[in-house]
């Protein structure tokens, strides 16, 4: 399928690199031109001269940028270019009523959108690795799934539009446990004055090994935090879960408010940029 990816981030560059490996890739885009045209001269893919442009002249639209405001402007400018019967995917992490917003939108021009965010880290996005959640129509996923199967290597069904989102906000409540429990055991292990690398190593193999770990761990331990998945997006994501359990009249997330909270000291502190590994800088 013509694919077009727009928002050629830490994310979004590496899954319209491994489309382009597939023979998907048809068009690129990015707000900030530079990033579009180091693309352009890899791949030999053009850049298009607006949104609506690229719209125009692809048959799957592939998005990833940062917030809900981001997708839902990307979108109203999709609208204006894109031809019916054509079909919009949204990776970013945003709220279901983002997606439900963005389905809507494109309901008009008789476009097909399915909220399909990701998970698996800028790693997953570079080896095609990725876990991908979707919401939207069962059977627009199976046309795209040829061309979704380039990204990732886990594709589920999750429910109707927006499901995608819930299902991605369940993972980003975990990955804040999961933050908070390897940062604050590894300090703990600095503390006792152990040799952190074999503390890794035989940790690795047991129960409380986990992804976060492997790939954050030995950065961490020698005190970089290079992004990596920004503090500020899973912030942004937390404020997302929290959100969505007040509309279900549940305010009880201790867990991911302690996180936003240690997160909103961090960016305080100009360490919003860093991955968010850089939770280490207070456990410490
Ligand atoms: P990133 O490196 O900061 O890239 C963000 C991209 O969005 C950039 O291309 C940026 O354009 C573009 N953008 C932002 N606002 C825009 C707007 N209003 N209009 C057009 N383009 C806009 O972020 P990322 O890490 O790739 O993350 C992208 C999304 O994936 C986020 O929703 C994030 O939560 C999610 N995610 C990230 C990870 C991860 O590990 N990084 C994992 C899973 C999901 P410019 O280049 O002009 O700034």
């Excluded at 008009?108 to 919401?135: H, I, R, W």
């Excluded at 886990?154 to 989102?165: A, D, K, L, N």
Aim: neutral net charge.
């Amino acid at each position: 399928m013509k694919t077009g990816v727009i928002g050629l981030g830490a994310m979004g560059a590496n899954m319209a690199l491994n489309l382009h490996k597939a023979g998907h890739l048809h068009r690129l885009w990015n707000r900030t031109r530079l990033k579009a045209d180091q693309l352009s001269v890899q791949t030999s893919i053009p850049v298009a001269n607006s949104i609506e442009e690229l719209a125009a002249e692809c048959e799957l639209v592939l998005v990833c940028v940062s917030r809900d405001q981001d997708v839902l402007e990307v979108v109203g400018q999709i609208a204006k270019g894109i031809r019916a019967g054509s079909i919009v995917i949204d990776t970013s992490t945003v709220s279901r009523q983002t997606a439900e917003q963005a389905a809507a939108i494109l309901s008009y021009c008789q476009v097909a959108f399915l909220d399909c965010p990701v998970t698996g880290g800028v790693e997953g996005a570079k080896n095609a690795t990725l876990s991908l959640m979707a919401g939207g129509n069962r059977a627009i996923l199976d046309q795209v799934q040829n061309t979704l199967s380039a990204i990732a290597r886990r594709i589920v069904y999750i429910g109707p539009t927006g499901s995608g989102q819930a299902c991605k906000a369940v993972n980003q409540i975990i990955c804040a446990g999961i933050n908070q429990a390897v940062t604050e055991g590894l300090a703990f292990g600095e503390h006792m004055q152990l040799d952190m690398n074999s503390v890794l190593e035989a940790i690795a193999g047991g129960a409380a090994g986990n992804w976060f770990m492997d790939h954050r761990g030995k950065t961490m331990l020698a005190g970089t935090f290079p992004a990596g998945f920004k503090v500020n997006l899973h912030h942004k994501d937390l404020q997302i879960c929290m959100a969505m359990a007040r509309q279900n009249g549940d305010t009880s997330l201790p867990l991911t408010a302690m996180t936003a909270a240690d997160y909103e000291r961090l960016m305080a502190a100009g360490y919003g940029d860093e991955d968010i590994s850089a939770l280490y800088r207070l456990k410490k």
